[in-house]
């Protein structure tokens, strides 16, 4: 029997055989300017020849499946003849679910993939719980770990220990990836281009030149510097969509610091939202959301620990979630833990080469566990009892 594991995250799905490699695909349906009428789904963004104002439409909000219809045509792609062809008679999935789903979401989803797709067997989990079994098996002599996953929705940040997670120190921030990019097209869009429908674009210029600040007073000098002196500003190139299919950052011996450039591209001139924007996460009140930034959240989480196991969280951060991928995140993230934790202790913060996919690869190890078998609810039994089974094995 094949195991398809399928991280399905609020903006990507992370989806692959367990015995094969990752893909990862936007989880959602696009809607483009110039063709009104037809909709993409998933991958077939690439087939958009225009995609300026391009439309999302998400099954996510504010981090929660809400959207079935679209969830449902995404999966309909993803496991269909184009992509995976799954043969759901000999398969059975791995697919997580958000921290505190609600049991609506989590009826409906039983009863999508054991009713409509008819999969053998089903293992609903947290991506952290994932993400923690994917840690413990390369570093099988650690007890606990604290997982720090930010997301597109949300940062959460889980401690856990032999395995099970810690409901009591679990803590969500509601700063994620949509936030960061709709706060930077707010900012362009009042400092010098209206790009409050172009948020595929901003996206990308937010992947592109963003960073985390290790000082932020000192980088918000510099920007205020004229021409030369200040290392901070960079220009962007935007995308036009016939000879530049995506925006790039000008190199800095390009870059005209005195007068307009010859040439007709559009430019971006990006200098303090380059490191305000990622700030965010570490100072949610700079925008008025009055909860704790990332690190403080971290000594928080581990302070409602049994003191005993303190010490064995600071040493074990894993960061996960396309946010941590941010230059500069881990270096910042363990300077701040550091500066806020007793000295005797000692803090060590991992960023796993590809932390968009460490969840799924947790899944892939999981799916190769002798164990997997019992974490399971295999078809007959969820036809037998329902829902309640369900409920009684998945520890969510």
């Known amino acids: 029997m094949t195991t398809l594991v399928l991280d399905n995250g609020a903006y990507s799905a992370k989806i692959g055989y367990s015995h094969e490699k990752v893909s990862v695909i936007p989880n959602c349906q696009f809607r483009s300017k110039t063709s009104r009428l037809k909709t993409f789904t998933a991958n077939q963004l690439d087939e958009i020849k225009d995609p300026s104002g391009l439309f999302y439409i998400l099954p996510f909000q504010k981090?929660?499946?809400?959207?079935?219809?679209?969830?449902?045509?995404?999966?309909?792609?993803?496991?269909?003849?184009?992509?995976?062809?799954?043969?759901?008679?000999?398969?059975?999935?791995?697919?997580?679910?958000?921290?505190?789903?609600?049991?609506?979401?989590?009826?409906?989803?039983?009863?999508?993939?054991?009713?409509?797709?008819?999969?053998?067997?089903a293992l609903r989990i947290n991506a952290g719980s994932l993400s923690a079994?994917?840690?413990?098996?390369?570093?099988?002599?650690?007890?606990?770990c604290i997982v720090v996953d930010s997301g597109f929705s949300f940062t959460?940040?889980?401690?856990?220990?032999?395995?099970?997670?810690?409901?009591d120190g679990i803590c969500r921030i509601n700063v994620g990836g949509k936030l960061l990019?709709?706060?930077?097209?707010?900012?362009?869009?009042?400092?010098?281009?209206?790009?409050?429908?172009?948020?595929?674009?901003?996206?990308?210029v937010k992947e592109d030149v963003c960073y985390v600040s290790q000082?932020?007073?000192?980088?918000?000098?510099i920007a205020q510097l004229k021409g030369e002196d200040n290392t901070v500003m960079r220009d962007y190139v935007l995308p036009d969509f016939s000879s530049i299919k995506k925006g790039f950052c000008k190199?800095?011996?390009?870059?005209?610091?005195?007068?307009?450039?010859?040439?007709?591209?559009?430019?971006?001139?990006?200098?303090?939202?380059?490191?305000?924007?990622?700030?965010?996460?570490?100072?949610?009140?700079?925008?008025?959301?009055?909860?704790?930034?990332?690190?403080?959240?971290?000594?928080?989480?581990?302070?409602?620990?049994?003191?005993?196991?303190?010490?064995?969280?600071?040493?074990?951060?894993v960061l996960t979630g396309g946010n941590t991928l941010f230059p500069g995140f881990r270096d910042r993230v363990y300077k701040e833990v550091r500066s806020l934790?007793?000295?005797?202790?000692?803090?060590?913060?991992?960023?796993?080469?590809?932390?968009?996919?460490?969840?799924?690869?947790?899944?892939?190890?999981?799916?190769?566990?002798?164990?997997?078998?019992?974490?399971?609810?295999?078809?007959?039994?969820?036809?037998?009892?329902?829902?309640?089974?369900?409920?009684?094995k998945f520890d969510i």
């Not at 398969?91 to 997580?96: F, G, K, Y």
């Not at 000082?215 to 000098?221: E, L, T, V």
């Open 181 to 204: 990019t709709n706060h930077l097209k707010e900012i362009i869009s009042y400092r010098q281009l209206h790009v409050m429908d172009e948020t595929h674009v901003i996206n990308q």
């Open 63 to 121: 981090g929660y499946l809400v959207n079935w219809d679209v969830q449902r045509k995404v999966w309909d792609h993803l496991f269909g003849k184009e992509m995976f062809k799954v043969d759901f008679a000999d398969t059975s999935v791995v697919i997580t679910e958000p921290y505190f789903n609600f049991t609506s979401i989590q009826e409906s989803m039983n009863e999508i993939l054991f009713e409509e797709y008819q999969f053998q067997a």
């Open 215 to 221: 000082d932020f007073y000192k980088d918000m000098d």
């Open 156 to 167: 959460h940040i889980v401690p856990y220990c032999r395995g099970k997670k810690m409901k």
């Open 341 to 392: 934790t007793p000295t005797d202790f000692q803090v060590s913060v991992l960023q796993p080469p590809n932390p968009i996919s460490y969840p799924w690869e947790g899944g892939k190890l999981l799916a190769e566990n002798p164990d997997f078998d019992e974490m399971v609810v295999t078809r007959e039994d969820y036809e037998e009892n329902g829902h309640f089974i369900c409920e009684e």
């Open 251 to 317: 190199p800095r011996e390009e870059m005209n610091f005195t007068g307009k450039y010859k040439t007709g591209e559009q430019i971006l001139r990006l200098a303090n939202e380059r490191f305000a924007v990622p700030e965010m996460l570490f100072h949610p009140s700079d925008i008025g959301i009055h909860e704790m930034g990332i690190p403080e959240a971290l000594v928080n989480s581990i302070n409602n620990m049994p003191e005993e196991m303190q010490p064995h969280f600071y040493k074990n951060i």
């Open 133 to 144: 079994h994917r840690y413990f098996q390369v570093n099988n002599q650690e007890l606990c």
